[in-house]
């Protein structure tokens, strides 16, 4: 299992290897690397592409600190370091929005373009209140089958044949983990202000169907990224790009054919 000694953690992180260009994917809370199995699987002949589990997720383990998006940004840019990318395309689900937005901030060369899916630039503070009932009856009680299909309908969409599988995984939790990374989750700042700060060519894919993130959310964030195109997904819930890869594969392609070209420098 490859593992990568960086910036204080040891995370976990899959590498498909090759000399295309590169292509880094950052899941979604309660979420992990392979989430972007079937993208991995569609691009991996031309591309190299590297999934990975942020902290508290995933194969990473549990999170022992309290950290920010900033922090898992640096991680993200300490994982190419160490495996020697200068440059990506990063592509991030929902929490990995939120770190691929901040590594665009913060480290723009290495940036090549953003593919940023079913997030947003905002913060939560009018679903707080929901989102702590939910968090809370979670720790206090055990992920009930109600709960988890409350929670699987937001995260990934409402009736998706995933659900158990990632449920499943949900289980696992300790409430220490899930009181950190939901910590991190809600306790973020609102990113707007600093959006035009972002230099990468991007596209915006959203689900009209999600749960999770509204249309207006989704097109704010498309307006506030000096270079963006927003791409809704008829019929997709939040979890889009596992749930409805063929109607989303195709405009990731054709998005990597303009900013990566295959044959060109990685």
């Not at 306790?187 to 509204?214: C, F, H, K, M, Y």
């Amino acid at each position: 299992m490859p593992i990568a000694e960086v910036n204080g953690q040891r995370l976990h992180f899959e590498d498909t290897g090759g000399d295309g260009p590169v292509v880094a994917f950052s899941h979604g809370l309660f979420m992990d690397g392979s989430m972007f199995d079937p993208q991995v699987a569609a691009l991996r002949d031309r591309y190299r592409c590297i999934t990975w589990d942020e902290r508290g997720h995933g194969e990473t383990g549990e999170v022992g600190e309290d950290f920010t998006y900033w922090d898992s940004a640096r991680d993200l840019a300490a994982l190419l370091e160490h495996v020697g990318v200068q440059q990506a395309v990063l592509v991030g689900m929902s929490q990995g929005g939120y770190l691929s937005q901040r590594l665009a901030i913060e480290r723009p060369e290495l940036v090549r373009g953003l593919v940023l899916i079913a997030t947003q630039a905002g913060d939560d503070t009018e679903k707080r209140e929901a989102y702590d009932q939910l968090l809370e009856g979670w720790m206090a009680n055990g992920l009930g089958d109600e709960l988890a299909q409350t929670i699987a309908a937001i995260v990934i969409g409402p009736g998706d044949p995933s659900a158990p599988h990632w449920i499943e995984r949900w289980r696992r939790n300790t409430a220490d983990n899930l009181r950190r990374i939901y910590g991190t989750l809600i306790s973020r700042e609102d990113l707007t202000p600093r959006l035009g700060e972002i230099q990468a060519p991007s596209l915006v894919l959203w689900g009209e169907e999600d749960l999770a993130i509204t249309r207006e959310r989704a097109e704010a964030l498309t307006q506030g990224i000096p270079e963006a195109e927003l791409v809704a997904i008829p019929g997709a819930g939040h979890g889009v790009n596992f749930t409805h890869p063929d109607q989303l594969n195709p405009h990731l392609e054709r998005f990597l054919a303009r900013v990566a070209p295959v044959g060109a420098a990685a």
